[in-house]
């Protein structure tokens, strides 16, 4: 079936140093986007990919969608303690419904 | 700010016995879900919901599940007859007018069956 894989599954990292997160496909996404729990919350929409080699970026965080639209990238630069939680990417695949990829849980070592 | 609010929070329940779950999403949206995951694991799609019925089902979406927007602002979950695999955070979300546009999620509704 469509499903969406990510890697790391877990990554721990000191403060201030880097973190990456890589989302795969084996089939071509219509759109990604990033979503981020907090440890006992809710899922929380970061940001939103459409377009071929597309880069966002949001203070510290950029995605970027790949050039085949199957694989895309969260990378935090100097993450800080608030950056705890697990990022998800998700897409639709076309459809109505949102497959979450198998999410990535950060914690950070202050 | 707009939310999706999710009652109760916590629900206990016997195995064998119905639960509905309740939410209240953005008043404006169209689209409407419902997720779940399992401790520590991935967010599950259930069931989408548009222009008053069920647009998309998973598998795990059984006979025993089943989707209301029953006045106009509520969108409920039932749960028939719950199952000890049923124990999971529910998650309602909402979205605007387009499909491919960001999900709001509710808090969740943690549901625990004994």
């Known amino acids: 079936g469509q499903q969406v894989m990510q890697i790391p599954q877990y990554q721990h990292v000191q403060e201030g140093e880097d973190f990456t997160t890589y989302c795969n496909s084996s089939t071509t996404l219509s759109n990604i986007q990033w979503y981020k729990q907090r440890p006992g919350g809710h899922p929380v929409f970061l940001i939103q990919?459409?377009?071929?080699?597309e880069v966002k970026k949001q203070k510290r965080l950029t995605f970027q969608f790949g050039e085949a639209k199957k694989n895309s990238s969260l990378h935090i630069t100097a993450t800080q303690t608030t950056d705890v939680g697990t990022y998800f990417c998700v897409s639709n695949f076309g459809n109505e419904k949102l497959t979450f990829g198998t999410g990535t849980r950060l914690t950070i070592i202050p | 700010e707009p939310e999706v609010t999710q009652t109760p929070s916590h629900q206990v329940t016997q195995m064998g016995q119905e639960v509905i779950l309740r939410c209240v999403p953005i008043s404006n949206h169209l689209y409407f879900y419902w997720y779940r995951q399992i401790l520590g694991q991935k967010v599950e799609f259930l069931v989408s919901?548009?222009?008053?019925?069920?647009?998309?089902k998973s598998e795990i979406f059984d006979d025993q599940f089943s989707v209301e927007r029953p006045d106009g602002s509520n969108f409920t979950l039932k749960i028939r007859s719950t199952k000890l695999e049923d124990s999971a955070m529910y998650f309602c979300a909402s979205g605007g007018a387009r499909m491919n546009t960001e999900a709001f999620f509710g808090q969740g509704t943690r549901l625990t069956v004994v």
């Open positions: 919901f548009y222009n008053n019925e069920i647009s998309e």
């Open positions: 990919l459409v377009k071929s080699g």
